[in-house]
Protein backbone atom coordinates (compact mmCIF):
# COMPACT_ATOMS: atom_id res chain seq x y z
CA UNK A 1 0.00 0.00 0.00
CA UNK A 2 1.45 3.58 -0.95
CA UNK A 3 0.04 6.89 -0.95
CA UNK A 4 2.35 9.72 -3.04
CA UNK A 5 1.42 13.64 -2.58
CA UNK A 6 2.22 15.86 -5.03
CA UNK A 7 1.48 19.59 -6.85
CA UNK A 8 3.00 21.36 -3.94
CA UNK A 9 5.49 24.52 -4.39
CA UNK A 10 5.74 28.29 -3.69
CA UNK A 11 2.89 30.84 -4.80
CA UNK A 12 1.66 33.64 -4.40
CA UNK A 13 -1.23 34.93 -1.56
CA UNK A 14 -4.21 34.48 -3.79
CA UNK A 15 -3.17 32.27 -6.07
CA UNK A 16 -3.71 28.50 -6.62
CA UNK A 17 -2.51 24.79 -6.23
CA UNK A 18 -4.00 21.15 -7.07
CA UNK A 19 -2.38 18.48 -4.97
CA UNK A 20 -2.57 15.17 -5.87
CA UNK A 21 -2.74 12.14 -3.47
CA UNK A 22 -1.87 8.81 -6.08
CA UNK A 23 -2.90 5.38 -4.06
CA UNK A 24 -1.15 2.23 -5.44
CA UNK A 25 -2.18 -1.26 -3.65
CA UNK A 26 -5.33 0.32 -2.73
CA UNK A 27 -8.63 1.93 -4.51
CA UNK A 28 -9.41 5.56 -3.54
CA UNK A 29 -13.16 4.70 -2.75
CA UNK A 30 -12.14 1.68 -0.64
CA UNK A 31 -11.20 4.00 2.01
CA UNK A 32 -11.75 7.42 3.35
CA UNK A 33 -9.24 9.81 2.18
CA UNK A 34 -8.35 12.84 4.41
CA UNK A 35 -6.02 15.89 3.85
CA UNK A 36 -3.78 17.11 6.88
CA UNK A 37 -1.52 19.78 7.07
CA UNK A 38 1.41 20.62 9.04
CA UNK A 39 3.60 23.45 10.32
CA UNK A 40 6.94 22.92 12.51
CA UNK A 41 5.67 23.09 16.04
CA UNK A 42 2.28 22.65 15.48
CA UNK A 43 0.19 19.64 15.88
CA UNK A 44 -1.38 17.99 12.57
CA UNK A 45 -4.79 19.87 11.37
CA UNK A 46 -7.23 18.29 9.22
CA UNK A 47 -7.92 19.94 5.88
CA UNK A 48 -10.72 18.35 4.51
CA UNK A 49 -12.15 14.33 4.12
CA UNK A 50 -13.94 12.20 1.96
CA UNK A 51 -16.05 9.13 3.10
CA UNK A 52 -16.06 6.16 1.03
CA UNK A 53 -19.81 6.04 -0.31
CA UNK A 54 -18.42 10.29 -1.42
CA UNK A 55 -21.71 11.54 0.52
CA UNK A 56 -20.01 12.80 3.35
CA UNK A 57 -17.09 15.61 2.57
CA UNK A 58 -15.89 18.06 5.93
CA UNK A 59 -13.57 20.95 5.08
CA UNK A 60 -11.83 22.59 8.32
CA UNK A 61 -13.35 26.14 8.88
CA UNK A 62 -9.95 27.79 7.92
CA UNK A 63 -10.49 26.58 4.11
CA UNK A 64 -13.68 26.07 3.35
CA UNK A 65 -14.77 28.01 0.52
CA UNK A 66 -11.67 27.86 -0.73
CA UNK A 67 -10.59 24.60 -1.02
CA UNK A 68 -12.28 21.51 -2.63
CA UNK A 69 -11.42 18.04 -2.48
CA UNK A 70 -12.31 16.01 -5.62
CA UNK A 71 -11.82 12.14 -6.22
CA UNK A 72 -10.67 10.14 -9.59
CA UNK A 73 -11.38 6.68 -9.43
CA UNK A 74 -10.31 6.20 -12.96
CA UNK A 75 -6.81 7.73 -12.17
CA UNK A 76 -7.10 6.20 -8.52
CA UNK A 77 -6.29 9.59 -6.96
CA UNK A 78 -7.59 11.91 -4.55
CA UNK A 79 -7.21 15.75 -5.22
CA UNK A 80 -7.38 19.06 -2.95
CA UNK A 81 -7.93 22.06 -4.96
CA UNK A 82 -6.69 25.13 -3.01
CA UNK A 83 -7.93 28.74 -3.95
CA UNK A 84 -7.43 31.84 -2.60
CA UNK A 85 -4.59 30.97 -0.77
CA UNK A 86 -2.93 32.88 2.05
CA UNK A 87 0.23 32.68 4.12
CA UNK A 88 -1.20 30.88 6.91
CA UNK A 89 -2.13 27.78 4.51
CA UNK A 90 1.77 27.09 4.25
CA UNK A 91 2.46 23.52 6.02
CA UNK A 92 3.58 20.05 5.01
CA UNK A 93 0.24 18.80 3.20
CA UNK A 94 -0.25 15.02 3.61
CA UNK A 95 -2.74 12.82 2.63
CA UNK A 96 -3.72 9.30 4.69
CA UNK A 97 -6.37 6.77 4.42
CA UNK A 98 -9.04 5.28 7.51
CA UNK A 99 -9.46 2.22 7.14
CA UNK A 100 -11.87 1.94 10.41
CA UNK A 101 -14.76 4.42 9.68
CA UNK A 102 -17.55 3.48 8.14
CA UNK A 103 -18.18 4.15 4.05
CA UNK A 104 -20.93 6.95 4.96
CA UNK A 105 -18.88 8.97 7.22
CA UNK A 106 -15.31 10.50 7.65
CA UNK A 107 -13.21 12.72 9.75
CA UNK A 108 -10.91 15.61 10.13
CA UNK A 109 -9.52 14.02 13.95
CA UNK A 110 -6.82 11.46 14.15
CA UNK A 111 -6.57 8.62 13.81
CA UNK A 112 -5.72 7.68 10.27
CA UNK A 113 -3.72 4.61 9.25
CA UNK A 114 -1.27 5.34 6.26
CA UNK A 115 0.43 8.20 5.36
CA UNK A 116 1.73 9.54 2.62
CA UNK A 117 5.50 11.27 2.84
CA UNK A 118 3.81 15.03 2.63
CA UNK A 119 4.61 17.81 0.10
CA UNK A 120 5.33 21.73 1.00
CA UNK A 121 3.35 24.41 0.24
CA UNK A 122 4.50 27.93 0.71
CA UNK A 123 2.40 30.82 0.27
CA UNK A 124 4.26 33.93 0.39
CA UNK A 125 5.29 37.10 -1.47
Known amino acids: LQIVESGGGLVQPGGSLRLSCEASGFAVDYWAIGWFRQVPGKEREGVSC????????HYADSVKGRFTIERDITKNAVYLQMNSLKPEDTAVYYCAVDTEISKYRCSLSLPYDYWGQGTQVTVSS
Open 50 to 57: ISVSGSSI
